[in-house]
């Protein structure tokens, strides 16, 4: 890549971290439930959801029952996301006057947007209404990524508070984060994609005539176009900042209405990250030491920008079988060079790798270029992203208490260094802590590689794998991946509209979901009830550099482990089979 291609990766970097500081402050007043300037214009809606909704915002919860009210919450939601989608043939707001959706692909989309995956086996515009995209999908979109970011509130008063019985109460914390981060952040986000031509209407499809009329398979000339519209921005505001990813469109963030511009494309990639950075300084707000905040988030930096490089250096670099083919891989002025299948010319490959390593960093899962399309290894970094835990950022909330979780792993392995036991701001780690941290990392490496070999052996989901040989093993290990890890990009190549990817697919996800947030909401409960040690001579500092280097060689070490044998059989093998 040329110099402007690392000055606008270089520039990305720098607005993030600029603007994650005082947004991360900003949210740790919100959930402390101090005052915010927000309060004179919204502090009377909070008031009144609460006495409608029968919510006494005074009286907190134990883990058990915030953990209960998360299940219950997200159950409902995934029951009326379903009945909508199934439904929506006879509801408003359906100008394309599509019919209701199918049972299964319904219930594996219901189960996709209520746990924050938003993993996509339908095309948005011929499948889904705009009364089923803004009440059903929109609206996940806002209360799965509120519910991801109470859980972390939830583990950050745990660790913050001494001898207590309470985390928080899980109501007050959804509603909050919604109406008071989510909500404001879109909004704003929202006008700008609107200015830069993003659509947002109520209006029917439309037909436009070709400038060049062409003949279709059969045989018949075409001569007009339908053009899908919709109240698109408003979601892709939310899909972006919830770290939700589900595209109004088929195409995603490459489809021009969803993504017009340079710079709609840079806006659009900031917000996938903003939160999930800003979250970091919030946790060390809560926690009453902001360096743990920057521990935290010097650790997502330490994996994510060598790894961002690696993905545009090998897209880049492009692939022997180009240039064997005579095709110039140098960029010049009147080419970007490398390998451009699957990208958009508008945004190129520099942008387009960011966004792979971004969306996949954090559980996003949209995508402004093809991922199947990158080279063999420019794909393993984005699945490998995915299977390290959705921790470098994450999901908003997720991806933080997912690397506080590995925190507290790492000074086990510390104390188990050093003779002594773990501690980790000033809560020592016991027995239980260690027992739910290993179903918190484990359950999603399980699922991963347990779905991917049933895939495999079955004869149904192999007949959906339209590459043979390691590219389509790949398709398979990044769906299950993106699945498990509640991402949602995917490679193309594989046909996930069927009876066993819908159900597989689906379980993996609401499994990986819950899998690890109730065990780190009994975390939080733990810690809760525990007395602060004094910090003593033996005590591991846990915001110095030689811990960060230790947090990310335990996430890096268990990411190796888990998934270096799948990945040879995959991408590996593929990258060397090139090269022949």
């Not at 794909?379 to 690397?403: D, R, T």
């Not at 490679?491 to 159900?503: K, P, R």
């Amino acid at each position: 890549m040329n110099g402007a291609s690392w000055l606008q990766l270089g520039l990305y970097v720098a607005a993030l971290l600029a603007l994650a500081l005082p947004l991360g402050r900003y949210m740790a007043r919100v959930y402390a439930r101090r005052h915010v300037d927000l309060d004179l214009i919204l502090g009377g809606v909070e008031r009144f959801v609460y006495r409608v909704a029968g919510v006494r915002a005074d009286e907190e919860m134990g883990w058990k029952v915030y953990a209960w009210s998360l299940l219950l919450f997200s159950f409902a939601g995934l029951v009326a996301v379903y009945a909508l989608q199934r439904l929506q043939g006879y509801f408003p707001l359906n100008p394309a006057r599509l019919p209701g959706v199918g049972g299964w692909l319904a219930f594996n989309t219901a189960a996709s947007f209520v746990t924050n995956t938003n993993w996509q086996a339908y095309g948005g515009e011929t499948t889904m209404s705009y009364l089923t995209q803004m009440l059903a999908l929109t609206t996940q979109n806002f209360v799965s990524a509120a519910s991801g970011m109470a859980v972390l509130a939830a583990l950050a008063r745990g660790l913050a508070r001494k001898e207590a019985a309470r985390v928080g109460n899980f109501w007050v914390d959804l509603v909050r984060g919604t109406l008071y981060i989510l909500l404001p952040l879109s909004f704003v986000l929202a006008l700008a994609l609107v200015s830069q031509g993003v659509v947002q209407t109520f209006g029917a499809y439309v037909k436009v005539s070709l400038l060049e009329p062409w003949r279709g398979a059969d045989g018949k000339t075409i001569t007009e176009q339908v053009l899908a519209l919709g109240p698109a921005a408003g979601q892709i505001a939310i899909k972006e900042l919830g770290t939700n990813g589900g595209g109004f469109f088929n195409a995603n963030s490459a489809h021009p209405f969803e993504n017009p511009t340079p710079l709609s494309n840079f806006l659009e990639a900031l917000a996938i990250l903003l939160i999930p950075a800003a979250l970091c300084h919030t946790f060390g707000a809560m926690v009453k030491d902001r360096r743990q905040g920057w521990a935290l988030l010097a650790a997502m930096l330490v994996v994510f920008i060598p790894l961002l490089a690696v993905t545009a250096w090998a897209e880049q670099a492009g692939t022997p079988i180009l240039a064997r083919a005579g095709l110039d891989l140098r960029p010049g002025d009147l080419q970007p060079g490398g390998n451009m299948e699957g990208k958009e010319v508008r945004f190129g490959i520099a942008n387009s790798a960011l966004w792979a390593a971004a969306t996949t960093a954090a559980s996003n899962g949209s995508v402004n270029a093809t991922h199947d399309s990158f080279t063999p290894l420019g794909g393993l970094v984005p699945m490998w992203l995915m299977q390290l835990g959705e921790v470098i950022f994450g999901g908003v909330g997720s991806g933080v208490y997912g690397l506080v979780i590995f925190a507290l792993i790492a000074v086990f392995i510390a104390g188990l260094m050093v003779g002594r036991t773990p501690e980790y701001l000033g809560k020592k780690v016991d027995a239980f802590e260690m027992k739910m941290a290993s179903l918190a990392v484990l359950i999603p490496c399980a699922l991963v590689l347990a779905g991917t070999a049933l895939a495999v052996g079955v004869g149904a989901a192999r007949a959906a794998i339209f590459n043979p040989g390691p590219h389509g093993f790949s398709e398979v290990l990044y769906a299950f991946s993106s699945a498990a890890n509640n991402n949602g990009s995917a490679f193309a190549g594989l046909h996930a509209d069927n009876t066993f990817y819908n159900v597989a697919l689906a379980a993996a996800m609401l499994i990986g979901r819950f899998g690890v947030a109730v065990p780190v909401l009994a975390v939080a409960g733990s810690l809760a009830r525990k007395k602060a040690v004094p910090a003593g001579p033996g005590t591991l500092p846990t915001h110095t550099p030689l811990f960060v280097i230790l947090l990310v060689g335990v996430v890096i070490l268990v990411g190796a482990l888990t998934f270096i044998p799948a990945a040879a059989v995959g991408p590996v093998i593929e990258h060397l089979i090139m090269w022949r």
